[in-house]
């Protein structure tokens, strides 16, 4: 933006031709995430650093999604600390042998941004943990914060170092980098932007307990396209966006999106996949089989059931084994018979809270240990040691049922790659001496609040924190029939291989690139500082209305139509005094009082209440609900539209029944309509009620003269053919009529109701009914998609431009408009010089802009 309120022309704020950009004009897939998918370590011999590819990676195995030929290119970190003075020549090496960019973080950012604001307060309260007390994890610290934006800063730096903006497509990956949209996004407007987050996203009423929880929200929806694994997980993150940011979402054609300043931003919701070669070939592995003979004869006439989870206090380990307790308890002749043997991944984080889940866990084992074992049967095996994954993949192999018993869990792939091994190889069927056509079954104990339990139908479910429950399915999970755990495990195994890792990746990014096809549509412009700055995208035709344009065609006409909404355009929907302000009566007087205006008000107020505010204006014209009802000055008498009104004695009791059911919700009752209000409230359970309502609505009047119609905050059933754009066309024929065309037409709303007008002057325009084109100004309030061609910011500019106008019909004396704001300008202690006179054409005086004006008053405020 180069002037304030306009938007420049040019390509400046990021859209740009850059030296920078690559000259191969070939589309890249940039893959970011706080990881790069390498290991590091160095050679015990030269000292130098040796790197290679991790293929358990899901950063590496999703390119099996991509086309053969797309280049795809890491941005992350390092999993150990380069020396600075090594650090140019290993980026290039990365670059070079890996396609990988390092991002070198400081180690106090490092630290204070993984160990601390992600592992301590970000994942706790995304897992549903608060702070409630210094014991139960850490209490925000700005501090911590700060690390995170400056790590995210330096992602974002080496990100645009490589970046193409017109044909690269950057995929962001879960939570460490929550805030680098907004650095991208205000690097280049128009960036092709996708963000998968691969751990829950809390409900509202937790997520809000987060003192940065705006400018988080904030930087995911500088996305194009928002992942996430399960539709409670985006459930969430809508609600937030309600809740907090104002912003209702809608489903079209099977994509949910919200608009967010113009732009669309898509939600996706699809769970990660398995990567069924890398397993398979683990399979196969002459290891893995020798280990699953070791397995069998080790176990050989008992059942085994298998976990394996990672060492924190979400995992749930010592509720498993609790319930594996009850179990033995009830039902003694499982002794001897039945082991779980429990596999304990090293726990990501640090901290007392992991020291207390492995004590507790150990201490759980010990006992039943103690309790129900002898010298020959060991109840519990706990394997607390780096297991390679053969030794995994054999374990899946020979379990007869797997249990994952996580209180939260973002995704957890384990039930998948359990499913996957107990469908066995050709090698190990050989292995084992089982035939290729044997039956094969899996069962599955999975928690419900884990992330792959919705797409796991014929998994026993269980609340993880009901003891009894979780024993009972471990039970029924090993004395199910053979044939039943046989159509459990099909079901599974056609689902897990039918939507792998690389079906994911190639999901979300077809996606992406359908949310992006339409970048190069629209206008964009950046506003706002730091973490608060977003993207306006408009219309290319779309443009803010200048004061001084419209006042410039307003002087040289000589018949003009004027058409005004109320709420929310000449009066603030945020204003509690309803009532028109002095000012605004003032400026509509003067409008009135030009022979060469027809000024009319159309609201969906009622015409006693419009009646009774407007008093003043005597010569105004105004239609009442929604143009009902039309006066054209204070002396005529009212006239309204025939309409059959019986409808509204059905309408009315089902309103009442949604008011008292819906708490802060009301509704009003017109001549020519009933409205249904939920501004107050609660903003979920308000909007649920409106689709609710709106659909009883339209069943009941399928076949009555009546249109429910939903706006911001109400749903409203008023007569069939009833508009504020009937009223904008009766008005404008009656001039046509009278023999005095209109040369000028200005029409300014602020919602739905308002497009109505918008369209109906168009369309009088372009029709052969008026002799001569006239100047069209239709204006819409905010930024939004809308048939109008202009745009004010809100009703305050609204009122700024009635001025505008009625000086130009009205004009003061050259010496009272410059005095007034040089008055204004003195009291701020602003020099004037910095002023520069400028002509309204027409207005025959000298006075200072009111654009300028208008800028300087902002600013100083």
């Known amino acids: 933006m180069t002037i304030p309120g306009i938007i420049s022309d040019s390509n400046e704020g990021g859209d740009g031709d850059s030296d920078s950009m690559s000259s191969i004009c070939r589309e890249r897939k940039i893959v970011v995430a706080n990881m790069l998918p390498l290991h590091a370590q160095r050679d015990g011999e030269t000292a130098k650093w040796c790197f290679s590819l991790d293929e358990d990676s899901l950063l590496l195995q999703l390119t099996d999604g991509f086309p053969p030929e797309t280049e795809v290119i890491y941005v992350g970190s390092l999993k150990v600390e380069i020396e600075a003075s090594e650090q140019e020549e290993i980026s290039q090496k990365l670059l070079d042998d890996f396609k990988c960019v390092p991002t070198f973080l400081p180690h106090d950012i490092q630290k204070y941004f993984y160990h601390g604001f992600c592992k301590q307060q970000l994942w706790p309260l995304f897992h549903y943990m608060l702070p409630v007390c210094r014991d139960h994890g850490d209490r925000f610290d700005r501090q911590l914060w700060l690390a995170y934006v400056h790590a995210n800063k330096i992602f974002s730096d080496k990100v645009m170092e490589i970046l193409n903006?017109?044909?690269?497509?950057?995929?962001?990956?879960?939570?460490?980098?929550?805030?680098?949209?907004?650095?991208?996004?205000?690097?280049?407007?128009?960036?092709?932007?996708?963000?998968?987050?691969?751990?829950p996203f809390p409900s509202s009423e937790i997520y809000r307990t987060l003192p940065v929880r705006d400018e988080i929200l904030k930087g995911l929806l500088h996305c194009d396209l928002i992942g996430f694994h399960t539709f409670d997980y985006a459930r969430h993150f809508l609600s937030c966006c309600s809740r907090m940011l104002g912003l209702d979402y809608e489903s079209k054609r099977g994509h949910i999106g919200l608009d967010y300043y113009g732009r669309r931003v898509y939600i996706k919701i699809l769970p990660v996949g398995i990567h069924m070669g890398r397993l398979e070939s683990v399979l196969n592995l002459p290891s893995t089989c020798n280990r699953v003979k070791e397995i069998r004869e080790r176990f050989k006439d008992k059942k085994l059931i298998l976990?394996?989870?990672?060492?924190?206090?979400?995992?749930?380990?010592?509720?498993?084994?609790?319930?594996?307790?009850?179990?033995?308890?009830?039902?003694?002749?499982?002794?001897?018979?039945?082991?779980?043997?429990?596999?304990?991944?090293?726990?990501r984080s640090i901290g007392k809270d992991v020291q207390e889940a492995k004590k507790e866990?150990?201490?759980?084992?010990?006992?039943?240990?103690?309790?129900?074992?002898?010298?020959?049967?060991?109840?519990?095996?706990?394997?607390?040691?780096?297991?390679?994954?053969?030794?995994?993949?054999?374990?899946?192999?020979?379990a007869e049922c797997c249990i994952v018993n996580a209180v939260r869990?973002?995704?957890?792939?384990?039930?998948?790659?359990?499913?996957?091994?107990?469908?066995?190889s050709s090698l190990m069927d050989e292995t084992i001496g089982v035939r290729m056509d044997f039956p094969r079954t899996s069962m599955l104990v999975v928690s419900e609040f884990i992330g792959c339990s919705p797409s796991l139908s014929g998994a026993i479910r269980v609340n993880p924190w009901d003891i009894d429950a979780v024993a009972e399915a471990i039970f029924l999970a090993i004395t199910i029939p053979d044939t039943e755990k046989q159509l459990r495990h099909e079901k599974h195994y056609r689902y897990v291989i039918s939507h792998d890792v690389a079906y994911w990746a190639r999901s979300f990014m077809q996606d992406l690139e359908r949310a992006c096809k339409d970048h190069?549509?629209?206008?964009?412009?950046?506003?706002?500082?730091?973490?608060?700055?977003?993207?306006?995208?408009?219309?290319?035709?779309?443009?803010?209305?200048?004061?001084?344009?419209?006042?410039?065609?307003?002087?040289?006409?000589?018949?003009?139509?004027i058409f005004l909404d109320y709420d929310g355009t000449i009066v603030s929907h945020s204003s509690i005094v309803k009532s028109p302000s002095?000012?605004?009566?003032?400026?509509?007087?003067?409008?009135?009082?030009?022979?060469?205006?027809?000024?009319?008000?159309?609201?969906?107020?009622?015409r006693r209440t419009l009646s009774d505010w407007l008093e003043p204006c005597e010569r105004l014209g105004l239609a009442a609900e929604h143009g009902y009802f039309i006066r054209w000055n204070r002396s005529s008498d009212w006239a309204l539209l025939a309409a059959d009104l019986e409808w509204k004695e059905i309408v009315e009791p089902i309103m009442k029944v949604y008011t008292e059911a819906t708490d802060g919700s009301y509704m009003e009752i017109k001549d020519s309509a009933l409205v249904w209000y939920h501004q107050d409230a609660d903003p979920d359970f308000g909007s649920c009620q409106a689709k609710e309502l709106v659909v009883h609505l339209e069943n009941v009047l399928a076949n009555e003269p009546a249109v429910v119609w939903r706006g911001q905050h109400?749903?409203?059933?008023?007569?069939?053919?009833?508009?504020?754009?009937?009223?904008?066309?009766?008005?404008?024929?009656?001039m046509v009529n009278d023999g005095s065309p209109p040369d000028f037409v200005m029409c300014i709303g602020d919602d739905r109701s308002d497009e109505d007008m918008f369209e109906c002057i168009l369309n009088t325009v372009s029709s052969s009914s008026l002799p001569a084109s006239p100047e069209i100004f239709a204006c819409t309030v905010g930024q939004k998609p809308s048939k109008a061609k202009y745009y004010l910011d809100d009703s305050t500019d609204v009122v700024r431009l009635l001025r505008g106008l009625a000086n130009a019909s009205s004009p003061q004396p050259r010496h009272s408009a410059i005095f007034q704001d040089f008055f204004w300008l003195t009291t701020k202690k602003l020099s004037p010089s910095i002023l520069q006179p400028c002509h309204y054409v027409g207005s025959g005086c000298e006075i200072f802009s009111i654009e300028i004006i208008f800028w300087l008053r902002t600013f100083t405020v």
């Open 361 to 398: 866990t150990y201490s759980t084992a010990k006992r039943i240990n103690e309790v129900f074992g002898c010298p020959d049967y060991e109840p519990v095996i706990l394997i607390d040691r780096p297991v390679p994954r053969y030794e995994k993949t054999a374990y899946y192999a020979m």
């Open 582 to 606: 002095p000012e605004v009566v003032t400026a509509l007087n003067t409008l009135c009082n030009d022979p060469k205006n027809t000024v009319f008000i159309v609201s969906g107020r009622r």
């Open 714 to 734: 109400i749903v409203e059933v008023k007569p069939q053919g009833v508009t504020k754009g009937l009223v904008a066309e009766k008005v404008l024929s009656t």
């Open 165 to 199: 903006p017109e044909y690269d497509f950057i995929w962001i990956h879960d939570y460490h980098l929550m805030v680098l949209p907004t650095f991208l996004r205000k690097s280049y407007n128009r960036v092709k932007l996708g963000f998968f987050l691969h751990s």
């Open 307 to 347: 976990g394996i989870d990672d060492m924190d206090i979400f995992k749930g380990i010592s509720l498993k084994l609790l319930a594996f307790e009850q179990l033995l308890q009830q039902h003694q002749e499982l002794l001897g018979k039945l082991v779980l043997v429990q596999i304990v991944n090293p726990a």
């Open 520 to 561: 190069y549509d629209k206008r964009c412009c950046g506003i706002g500082l730091g973490l608060g700055f977003r993207v306006l995208s408009l219309s290319p035709s779309f443009r803010k209305l200048r004061i001084d344009h419209i006042v410039s065609a307003y002087a040289k006409t000589n018949r003009r139509a």
């Open 409 to 424: 869990d973002g995704m957890n792939l384990v039930p998948y790659k359990y499913i996957v091994c107990r469908q066995g």
